[in-house]
C-alpha cells in the first residue's frame, strides 16, 4: 500500500512583499510636499511716548475759569435749592406735625365732651331712678300708713262692737216729773207753758188744756 502524500504548498515569498512595502513607503515620503520654514519673528516692542500737554492760551485759561466759575455757580445753586428743598420740606412736616397736633386735641376735646355729656346722661338717669324709687318708696310707705289706720280703726271698731256685745245698755232715765202746778195755773198757749218751765204739760197736771194738745196725745207742748 503506498503512503499518502500531503498536498504540495508553494512557499511563501515573505521578502519582496516586505521589500515592496518599503519601496512604497519611500516613495509616498518623496512625492509628499515639505512645508515651508515659517519665520517667527520676535515682535516689536511698542514705546510709547509721553503724551506732550500743550500750554493752554491766555484765552484757553480764561474760558477754563469762567467754566470753572460756572460749575461754582451751578453747585452753589444746587446746594441752595439743595437747602430751599429740605427747608421747605422740614416746614411741611413742622407744619403736618401742628395740624396733626391740632387734630389730635380737637379728637381729644371732642371725646372728653363725649365722655362728659355721657356721664351727665348716666348721672341724670341714675337720678330719675333715684326719683323714681324715692317716689314708690313714699307711696308704698303711705299705703301701709293707710292700711295701718285702716287696721287699728277697725280693731277699734271690733272692739267696741265687742264691748257693746258683753256690756248692758243702761236703763233710760225716767221722765223728769214737773212741780204740781197751783191749781190756778192757765198757759195760754205754748210759748207761755215754756216760759214758766212747764213744757211739756202732761194730761191731769196744772195748767193742761185741750188747746196746748193738738194731737190729742195727753202731752201739750211737745
Not at 512557499?11 to 518599503?22: E, L, N, Y
Amino acid at each position: 500500500m503506498a503512503a499518502i502524500q500531503p498536498p504540495h504548498r508553494k512557499p511563501r515569498r515573505w521578502g519582496r512583499v516586505a521589500g515592496a512595502s518599503v519601496v512604497m513607503a519611500l516613495i509616498g515620503i518623496l512625492i509628499m510636499p515639505t512645508p515651508e520654514p515659517v519665520d517667527v519673528q520676535p515682535a516689536a516692542e511698542e514705546v510709547t511716548s509721553p503724551t506732550q500737554t500743550p500750554t493752554p492760551t491766555p484765552d484757553e485759561r480764561e474760558e477754563e475759569k469762567r467754566k470753572a466759575e460756572k460749575e461754582r455757580e451751578a453747585e452753589k445753586s444746587r446746594v441752595e435749592e439743595s437747602k430751599e428743598k429740605a427747608a421747605e420740606e422740614s416746614a411741611a412736616k413742622e407744619s403736618e406735625k401742628r395740624e396733626a397736633e391740632k387734630s389730635a386735641a380737637r379728637e381729644s376735646e371732642r371725646q372728653a365732651a363725649e365722655e362728659a355729656a355721657e356721664e351727665q346722661a348716666r348721672e341724670e338717669e341714675a337720678a330719675r331712678e333715684q326719683e323714681e324709687r324715692d317716689r314708690v318708696a313714699r307711696e308704698e310707705a303711705e299705703r301701709e300708713r293707710i292700711a295701718q289706720e285702716e287696721a287699728a280703726a277697725a280693731a277699734e271698731r271690733t272692739r267696741i262692737q265687742q264691748q257693746q256685745q258683753f256690756v248692758p245698755a243702761p236703763a233710760p232715765a225716767p221722765a223728769p216729773v214737773p212741780a204740781p202746778a197751783p191749781a190756778s195755773t192757765y198757759y195760754k198757749n205754748c210759748a207761755a207753758a215754756r216760759a214758766a218751765g212747764a213744757a211739756p204739760v202732761y194730761a191731769g197736771s196744772p195748767g193742761y188744756g185741750s188747746h196746748l194738745d193738738r194731737d190729742g196725745d195727753g202731752i201739750g207742748c211737745e
